[in-house]
């Protein structure tokens, strides 16, 4: 399994970012997908979780209503869209999977989203 994260940066509060993640090593229409994230000094949290085929996400309640998870079964790829940011969402976020085989979760290298003016 390999999970490779892309689209961090710098942006001001108020802006927007989109993380993509492309997936493979394993079928990816076949299992949920998450991004976690880790504020610096604290411990990692989930943001967002989508299902297999897409029809199901959750979030948390510091990012409804401002973020979004979406993927492409076709493209092995999932996303967050992150619209109204805020300093506090300054954070290494990471892509996030869970399969039946060892090491059963697997986690990209993550992606830095620093919120600053």
């Known amino acids: 399994v390999q999970l490779v994260e892309s689209g961090g940066g710098l942006v001001q509060p108020g802006g927007s970012l989109r993380l993509s993640c492309a997936a493979s090593g394993f079928t990816f229409s076949g299992y949920a997908m998450r991004w976690y994230r880790q504020p610096p000094g604290k411990e990692r949290e989930l943001v967002a979780r989508i299902s297999s ?51 059963y979760t697997h986690w990209g290298q993550g992606t830095q989203v620093t919120v600053s003016s």
Request: glycine share 6%; aromatic share 10%; with cysteine.
């Open 53 to 103: 085929a897409g029809g199901s996400t959750n979030y948390a309640e510091s990012v409804k209503g401002r973020f979004t998870i979406s993927r492409d079964n076709a493209k092995n790829t999932v996303s967050l869209q992150m619209n109204s940011l805020k300093p506090e969402d300054t954070a290494v976020y990471y892509c996030h999977t869970v399969t039946p085989w060892a090491p």
